[in-house]
């Protein structure tokens, strides 16, 4: 089956999915994606949830996948939207695409940050900005009271 793989034999992979017990090896779905074969990296996820694919692909070859094929792992790969997903996201210039994997709850501050620095890198200016506003929204969230505290501080304006 990894050699149908490799060769993007769809309808063969297909087959031997659907007539062998053994499935495929481990590095099959990363296989899939570096070749840019959606079709069968598609039918992979699909067809092998219990996989756990997510510690299996390369990172840095993420950049490289287009856009719909990495909405595609969003939406289907358990444990995809981490905060190294959320890193490699940055190089689409998509702040939709980061809102959804944000809203998810799985980010950390570090990861925000993380994230600046490659917007930085890459000069998405706008993204750098989207990015540390939703850094300084997470800070309040995680730290209310001195939001609180720092109105309390704050002088009344007088009546002239």
């Known amino acids: 089956m990894d050699e149908a793989i490799r060769n993007s034999h769809f309808d063969v992979v297909k087959f031997l999915c659907e ?3 053994e499935g495929c090896s481990e590095g099959a779905l990363r296989e899939a994606l570096v070749l840019g074969d959606f079709e069968v990296a ?3 996820v699909k067809n092998f949830k219990n996989k756990q694919w997510y510690s299996l692909i390369d990172y840095g070859e993420l950049p490289e996948m287009p856009l719909d094929v990495f909405e595609f ?3 289907n790969m358990r444990f995809f939207e981490d905060g190294r997903m ?25 990861d925000v940050e993380a994230a600046i620095e490659n917007a930085q890198r890459l000069e998405f ?15 309040v969230k995680s730290n209310p ?4 505290a720092d109105n309390e501080n704050q002088e009344e304006p007088t009546a002239p």
Not at 125 to 139: A, D, I, P, R
Not at 145 to 148: A, G, K, L, Y
């Open 145 to 148: 009271e001195s939001t609180d």
């Open 19 to 21: 007539n062998r017990s």
């Open 42 to 44: 598609q039918y992979l």
């Open 73 to 75: 792992l969003l939406d």
């Open 125 to 139: 200016h706008g993204m750098v900005e989207y990015l540390t506003n939703m850094l300084n929204e997470m800070s």
């Open 86 to 110: 959320f890193f490699h996201a940055v190089v689409y210039d998509n702040e939709e695409l980061i809102k959804r994997i944000a809203l998810r709850g799985n980010l950390v501050p570090d």
